[in-house]
């Protein structure tokens, strides 16, 4: 399809935008003492990170649809614009509203660039040889969760918060004149129409689920009727996209069994994720007194074992061809560690040295689940559907992770009202212990996870 030399000027500018994308979620958490002690209205602070989530969310699946039936170099050059200007305006905020609200516009250009370059690897490489690609973005994500926090330190502390968004202008347009230089026009893959309507019907449905499930309050009856608005929403949904001769979400890919089950298994993993993402720095600070300025650093060891495991899990399954194996050790290896951390930190003293070792041991565990179960899926489908299957898959991960995140929050809340002084400490075990039954579900749909042999060719 593409010269080796296209595909590397594709894949380097695809990785410069991942990395932006991904540096903007590790350098903002530096920054948020600042932006509390600024803005104020420290009970609003979440909206700053839900405003993201929520748009970066929604977007997926329909930027995973629009790789399908437009040109990616196009679809990526605009993404990064979108994100450009959310940035911009970030750096400009006054208010905790305006924050929220700027931080929507930078995640739907977020989404689409995470979508678009899963997507577009989905293209450009056979499922074959998509393993080995899985490494080189974990090394993206690891070296912007390494300089993030350096970064995010630094500017907060020369000049301001307001420096933290704004840093992603100057780099995104260097980003963006390389991406329109040199990156190949690749042409669509397809000449379907857009679902315009399905692409509202779809956000309004995941938006109402999200919010669901988020601490932001619109409304005095919030909950009913975003509970209304989902049900009504799916509904119509379904039965407009059933009968849609593009649809924007194929709804034949529930009968692909290897996508029905990537789907629900990855769901069930998306809290335990997460949720170790938000909850190790915390309980580390309390338990043993590291410093807030060094907090932003404290989840490096997972993430220094995902980036090893995805790229050894990457390589041996384009090796074998195989991927069925190694996701079911790494479920166990998952599920093991959480049970074995719900026993240390419940009834026995552990040193900072133990829990460095034992995080390392669950980001090596979690690195094969984040991209196998993409490749499988992919692997599974048409090249003409790759784009909607695999932001599907990611769209229900972060679906998981959203409803996983707040039943670990909801738990945590409990134990905050109980111990306000040391609530993490009481709280921590048994978030665990809810992170290991949630991937033992996943592990028991892992086990009738179709084991199809990688392709060396693309499916048609």
């Known amino acids: 399809m593409h010269s080796s030399r296209s595909k590397i000027l594709i894949l380097i500018g695809l990785f410069l935008s991942l990395f932006l994308a991904a540096l903007d979620q590790t350098i903002i958490a530096t920054a948020s003492p600042s932006i509390i002690e600024d803005l104020k209205e420290p009970q609003h602070y979440s909206w700053i990170v839900t405003g993201y989530l929520l748009s970066s969310v929604i977007f997926l699946p329909i930027f995973g649809r629009l790789c399908d039936i437009f040109s990616v170099k196009i679809l990526i050059i605009i993404a990064n614009f979108i994100f450009i200007l959310g940035s911009y305006l970030c750096s400009l905020s006054n ?17 689409g660039i ?27 994500f690891g070296f912007s969760s390494i300089i993030g926090p350096l970064l995010g330190g630094y500017l907060t502390e020369l000049f301001s918060w307001h420096w933290v968004f704004f840093i992603n202008v100057p780099l995104g347009i260097v980003i963006l004149i390389l991406l329109i230089r040199y990156m190949p026009y690749i042409p669509p893959i397809s000449e379907q129409k857009f679902d315009y309507i399905g692409g509202i019907l779809v956000f309004l ?20 009727l975003y509970l209304f608005i989902i049900i009504i929403g799916l509904l119509i949904f379904y039965k407009y996209e059933i009968n849609h001769k593009y649809p924007l979400f194929d709804l ?4 692909n069994k290897t996508f029905t089950i990537s789907s629900f298994s990855i769901f069930l993993f998306g809290g335990p994720f997460i949720g170790s993402l938000i909850f190790f720095p915390l309980y ?25 495991s995805s790229t050894l899990a990457g390589k041996i399954a384009s090796k074998t061809g195989k991927y069925k194996n190694i996701l079911i050790l790494s479920n ?38 984040l991209p196998l179960y993409v490749i499988a899926v992919q692997n599974s489908v048409s090249l003409k559907r790759i784009g909607t ?23 945590y809340s409990y134990f ?8 993490i400490l009481f709280a921590f075990p048994y978030l665990m212990l809810v992170c290991s039954i949630l991937s033992l579900l996943g592990l028991l749909f892992t086990y009738y996870l179709p084991d199809l042999e990688l392709n060396h060719k693309h499916n048609i």
């Open 252 to 255: 034949s890919l529930l009968n």
């Open 114 to 140: 995470f979508s678009i370059t899963f997507s577009t690897i989905g293209i450009l490489y056979t499922p074959r040889e998509r393993g080995r690609i899985q490494g080189w973005i974990g090394s993206v």
């Open 284 to 308: 580390l600070v309390q338990k043993y007194n590291i410093s807030v300025l060094h907090s932003g650093y404290i989840i490096t060891p997972l993430t220094f074992g995902i980036v090893i």
């Open 95 to 111: 208010n905790m509203l305006e924050l929220a609200f700027y931080r929507f516009i930078q995640g739907i250009g977020g989404g």
């Open 205 to 224: 449905w995941s938006f109402a689920f999200l919010l669901l499930f988020s601490e932001i309050q619109l409304f005095p009856f919030e909950k009913i």
């Open 416 to 423: 905050v009202k109980k111990y306000p002084e040391k609530s």
């Open 332 to 369: 166990i290896f998952v599920i093991s560690i959480f049970g074995i951390l719900f026993i240390l930190t419940k009834f026995f003293y552990v040193s900072l040295a133990n829990i460095i070792l034992i995080m390392i041991l669950l980001g090596f565990a979690f690195g094969p689940i």
């Open 389 to 411: 299957a695999t932001s599907s898959i990611q769209f229900f991960r972060q679906m998981g992770a959203t409803i996983g995140v707040a039943l670990l929050g909801f738990i």
